[in-house]
């Protein structure tokens, strides 16, 4: 959290969403995160008063922002911005937004049509809903590396992007990417909450290009 914090000084203002605690553990580590907060005087804190989980609270919060503006920019606590990367946003929720084949901007560069390291979209273009694997699987076109990892793999419930991967192909949209990645994942060392060993977040690794 502090080194993400610290890659937005003087970039932007930051509006910060914390789940409500799941059990004790949880609370003490939340503590400890509110200490760092207080470091810094560019951000807004909205604190849950119940325990939505990893999904909800994250599409609760882009569905609550976009009501209220025409666009947001989404970073996890572990996905560190290069100062690059908010002057690419900028640019491109200018320069595509009335463009139907993009949908979102990403800063970390993959085969797949989005991922979730750092990310934009607007109030107009977020038409989200959840969808299981199978579903997925049932989308005419999805890539074939995508099709053979579900089909020979569990996917954690915890994951809301895939959801938003397979609105892409849904839907004929993409996001669009910056030449090279704009994103430090520093939570890929399995300090996150996805190991970066197995499952979806292994998929996504697979996914990275240089350029």
């Not at 969808?131 to 053979?148: A, T, Y």
């Not at 895939?162 to 060392?189: F, K, M, R, V």
Request: charged share 25%; glycine share 4%; hydrophobic share 35%.
């Amino acid at each position: 959290m502090k080194k993400v914090l610290e890659a937005c000084e003087g970039l932007v203002r930051v509006k910060i969403v914390m789940d409500y605690p799941e059990n004790d553990l949880i609370a003490t580590q939340q503590e400890k995160i509110l200490d760092i907060i207080d470091l810094f005087d560019f951000c807004e804190l909205r604190r849950r008063k119940s325990n939505y989980g990893l999904v909800k609270s994250v599409i609760t919060t882009v569905s609550e922002e976009l009501e209220e503006n025409e666009h947001i920019i989404m970073l996890e606590d572990d996905c560190v911005p290069y100062k690059e990367f908010f002057d690419f946003v900028s640019h491109c929720l200018v320069e595509y937004a009335a463009d139907d084949k993009v949908s979102t901007i990403c800063g970390t560069r993959t085969r797949c049509k989005f991922n979730p390291w750092g990310w934009a979209t607007w109030k107009h273009k977020w038409h989200y809903k959840h969808l299981s694997p199978k579903e997925v699987l049932k989308i005419s076109g999805i890539d074939s590396e995508l099709q053979n990892f579900l089909e020979n793999n569990e996917v954690e419930d915890s994951i809301w992007s895939l959801s938003w991967l397979a609105h892409q192909y849904a839907n004929d949209c993409s996001a669009i990417y910056p030449e090279t990645s704009l994103i430090n994942n520093i939570g890929l060392n399995d300090s996150g909450v996805h190991s970066a060993a197995k499952g979806y977040t292994q998929w996504l690794l697979s996914q990275i290009t240089a350029k």
